[in-house]
């Protein structure tokens, strides 16, 4: 029986984002293959991870492209990226607190585009009088990532209700990058 890859990084992933640690025979057994069967496919941790980093920044820069990130108002552009990244959140929660994929000379570009759309975003809403021009981009580019992952988390320990994933995200964010407006 042939063993589809992508259900073996999805079951990574899932058990993963909930348990770092994770053996790799956790990861088999989680997955519904023998350790023998995923070592075939995966050398190693390491390369499981490095194939889980792929598959994450697939998803989230096809969450980008999702959330047309021009259109509109850029409070809008950030709502929809929250709510197109969704389904890969324990997977960007458990990939930006890897620290073995951010150490070193060799860390993935496709990391450094994703920044920098999400950057641009913010910027742009600070151009516009959206956002509060006081934060730096970048700041709040990892403030949204903190904010993605401990939602993640939180919804899968069972302390907030997973519907409430984009409104818990985007409502903490954007209430401390609003502009306000001085009378």
């Known amino acids: 029986m042939a063993v589809d890859r992508d259900h073996v990084l999805r079951a990574a992933a899932a058990l993963l984002t909930r348990r770092a640690t994770a053996t790799m025979d956790e990861v088999a057994r989680a997955a519904g293959i023998g350790r023998a069967t995923l070592h075939r496919h995966f050398a190693g941790r390491d390369a499981l991870v490095r194939a889980l980093e792929a598959l994450g920044l697939r998803e989230t820069e096809a969450a980008l492209d999702a959330a047309r990130l021009d259109d509109g108002p850029a409070e809008g552009a950030l709502r929809r990226f929250v ?5 890969a959140a324990g997977l960007l929660a458990f990939l ?18 994703i920044d920098g759309r999400i950057s641009a975003l913010f910027r742009r809403g600070q151009e516009r009088g959206e956002f509060r021009i006081d934060l730096p981009p970048a700041w709040l580019t990892e403030a949204l990532y903190g904010l993605i992952g401990a939602c993640a988390w ?30």
Do not use: K, M
Request: charged share 30%.
């Open 154 to 183: 939180s919804i899968q320990d069972g302390r907030v209700a997973a519907r409430d994933f984009q409104y818990l995200t985007c409502e903490l964010l954007l209430g401390g990058a609003r502009r306000s407006v001085r009378t």
């Open 96 to 113: 930006v607190t890897e620290n073995q994929l951010f150490e070193g000379d060799d860390v993935h570009e496709g990391w450094s585009r």
């Open 83 to 87: 709510a197109a990244v969704e389904p």
